[in-house]
T-cell receptor, first 111, second 114 residues
């Protein structure tokens, strides 16, 4: 089966930096996505990694290590509006290349 | 700039009733998906389609049927609703998976089965 692990909840302070980790054990790998989901809303795409290393996009960065089955999402200069769930999703290789989602990390940003 | 539109946004059903959830996308995407999201369970794939006229089962297909008669529409049917189907349902679309493009999600349908 496929297994994706993320912390359930995290709390961080406005203006600070927070790192959300994701570890995966899957049969095949062809990329990892991070999505943001505010309460009661749809998931929205944040970042994509398929090769090892860091991808930076403004205040958000995502890192991947394929050999360790590990990724993290780094959020800098936290704002109150960053309070949301962050979903890690792995695309499997072969055939239809299904995307499997983790259960998400609920981040609360406090003043 | 509509993207993915789901209808209805909320619905309450009685056990045994049937209904159809509608999903429409205007991005000319080949692939479409139906997910359910439950607390602590994450997004689980119900059915998906890789093109007009084709459908396939996902992780949790029992009790649901789908149809993709037109490229832009993907319908999810509940044949005989059960309380276990109370959930938030999301439709998504994407270009073919090998294009490395993300899925785009609709706003969800909140369904309660009494």
């Amino acid at each position: 089966g496929q297994n994706i692990d993320q912390p359930t909840e995290m709390t961080a302070t406005e203006g600070a930096i927070v790192q959300i980790n994701c570890t995966y054990q899957t049969s095949g790998f062809n990329g990892l996505f991070w999505y943001q989901q505010h309460a009661g809303e749809a998931p929205t795409f944040l970042s994509y990694n398929v090769l090892d290393g860091l991808e930076e996009k403004g205040r958000f960065s995502s890192f991947l290590s394929r050999s360790k089955g590990y990724s993290y999402l780094l959020l800098k200069e936290l704002q109150m509006k960053d309070s949301a769930s962050y979903l890690c999703a792995v695309r499997l290789s072969g055939g239809y290349q299904k995307v499997t989602f983790g259960t998400g990390t609920k981040l609360q940003v406090i003043p | 700039n509509a993207g993915v539109t789901q209808t209805p946004k909320f619905r309450v059903l009685k056990t045994g009733q049937s209904m159809t959830l509608l999903c429409a996308q205007d991005m000319n995407h080949e692939y479409m998906y139906w997910y359910r999201q439950d607390p602590g369970m994450g997004l689980r794939l119900i059915h998906y389609s890789v093109g007009e006229g084709t459908t396939a089962k996902g992780e949790v297909p029992d009790g649901y049927n789908v149809s993709r008669l037109k490229k832009q529409n993907f319908l999810l049917g509940l044949e005989s609703a059960a309380p276990s189907q109370t959930s938030v349902y999301f439709c998504a679309s994407s270009p073919p998976q090998y294009s490395n493009q993300p899925q785009h999600f609709g706003d969800g349908t909140r369904l309660s089965i009494l």
